[in-house]
């Protein structure tokens, strides 16, 4: 795991419930309508091709609209009204990772984005746990307020196969360049600390 600056402070109970926290909400209600439509182009992209990685991306698009689902729970206790959400401004640091997303679903070939993406999943999943411990721990959350962390730290041997399917095949058809996927992989994994480190200093 990487470091991050915000998460150790969740996970100790020492950010704030009504700025930093709902903060986390209110950007992750940009980042997750974003991915899933990214997602969703990369699957058309992938079908015709690459069935195996528009396989790969049709359950992430799931997985997302899953995931909005769940975190509304979040947004309300935190206290975030309708009209806070509609007035927020969101932040760039934190909006430079769906953007990144986005343009891997225009530029990057589908098998090349399915390891990119694959790179920064065990991270992100490990601070969803965190974060759901310490929303239980320290904040008082119920369950219904830590499902969205909870839907992301859950294992998903589903995804890991399809995953496995579209890199599989996409090494078979000469349609994965590993050094440049894992470049962008890279690239996702910075994006993905500024995106922390961008809410932990808008809450200094």
């Keep these: ?29 940009r980042v997750i309508p974003a991915d899933r439509r ?23 698009a799931e997985g997302e609209a899953l995931a909005a689902e769940r975190l ?13 959400a509609a007035a927020y401004e ?35 999943g490990g601070y969803c746990a965190t974060i759901a411990e310490g929303l239980r721990r320290h904040y008082g959350f119920p369950d219904e307020a830590c499902a969205f962390f909870d839907f992301f730290a859950e294992p998903s041997p589903e995804l890991d196969r399809k995953a496995t399917e579209a890199l599989r095949a996409g090494r078979d058809a000469g349609r ?6 894992h470049q962008y992989g890279r690239l996702l994994q910075s994006y993905e600390e500024m995106f922390w480190s961008t809410l932990h200093g808008s809450a200094s």
Aim: charged residues 15%; proline residues 8%.
């Design 90 to 124: 969101p932040l760039p640091g934190c909006q430079a990772y769906p953007a990144y997303v986005a343009w891997l679903a225009l530029n990057a070939a589908p098998a090349e984005a399915v390891l990119a993406l694959t790179v920064n999943f065990s991270t992100w």
């Design 176 to 181: 994965l360049d590993e050094a440049r996927a």
């Design 1 to 29: 795991m990487t470091d991050n600056p915000l998460v150790p402070l969740i996970a100790r109970g020492e950010a704030d419930r009504t700025t930093t926290l709902a903060a986390l909400a209110l950007e992750q209600s």
């Design 38 to 60: 990214a997602f969703l182009h990369l699957a058309q992209r992938a079908t015709p091709d690459a069935p195996e990685s528009a396989a790969f991306f049709t359950l992430l």
């Design 72 to 84: 509304g729970g979040f947004a309300a206790a935190c206290g975030v009204s309708e009209g806070r």
